[in-house]
């Protein structure tokens, strides 16, 4: 009898973690926290700040005389200026389309109804 008992116990918790996530929505990741845009600028940017950063050790060691590291480091410096108003760009328009609802759910932009309660938005 106590075997049965525990089985039933172990049986009812087992049950109550796989359904948990489906009861409370609010757990579950419902799409990109992040947009592909905003990861594809911030991933230009790291790349164009990392050729900075790989010229000028190439100057230190001896790779590069000073008249290429001056043409290198203009354009990197102008590529990198680009790619941080982008991503600056991409941040401001991805913060515009997230939609925040009365029951304090972040819905991504786009959305016709809420992913945490169900209500229509809008």
Request: glycine share 10%.
């Amino acid at each position: 009898m106590t075997l049965v008992a525990a089985s039933i116990v172990v049986a009812a918790l087992a049950a109550s973690w796989v359904i948990a996530p489906i009861v409370v929505r609010r757990l579950a990741l419902l799409g990109d926290p992040i947009p592909g845009g905003v990861l594809d600028a911030e991933a230009r940017k790291r790349v164009a700040l990392a050729s900075l950063k790989e010229i000028e050790y190439d100057r230190i060691g001896g790779k590069l005389d000073d008249a290429d590291y001056q043409t290198l480091r203009a354009r990197l410096e102008h590529e990198a200026l680009i790619a941080l108003r982008l991503a600056e760009g991409a941040h401001r328009s991805a913060d515009q389309f997230e939609i925040t609802h009365s029951c304090g759910f972040v819905n991504p932009g786009g959305s016709r109804f809420c992913s945490g309660c169900g209500k229509r938005l809008g």
